[in-house]
């Protein structure tokens, strides 16, 4: 059974060409003009869609020193507390209108972490 799924004019099925979905993550370090610019690097890579994971750090964990709260897996981030990290890493809300507003020619999903 050939199951399948549309997105916007692009049919997803085990028949259909590869739809590729880009990451931003936290690549933007915080600046919007840059998020902007990795979506049309991503764009102009061949990317069919672009996803932006949207949340504040209070909304996906505690602002706690406890040891269960530091990360201590031999990472850049040694020593610091999730919620420190999600502060330098998050996409604003505000950013979610501002980037559908640019009118892409393409998809993008901005998901809210709720």
Known sequence: ???????????????????????????????FDRAVAIMQAAKDAGADAIKIQTYTPDTITLDCDDPCFQITQGTIWD????????????????????????????????????
């Not at 028949?15 to 936290?26: G, K, L, N, W, Y």
Request: glycine share 2%; net charge neutral; no cysteine.
């Open 79 to 114: 020593g610091t507390t999730l919620h420190k990290l999600y502060e330098t890493a998050y996409t604003p809300w505000e950013w979610q209108p501002k980037l559908k507003k640019r009118r892409w020619d393409w998809y993008s999903f901005l998901l809210p972490l709720i």
């Open 1 to 31: 059974m050939n199951k399948e799924i549309m997105i916007g004019n692009h049919k997803i099925s085990e028949d259909s060409p590869t739809f590729v979905i880009a990451e931003m993550s936290a690549n933007h370090l915080m600046d």
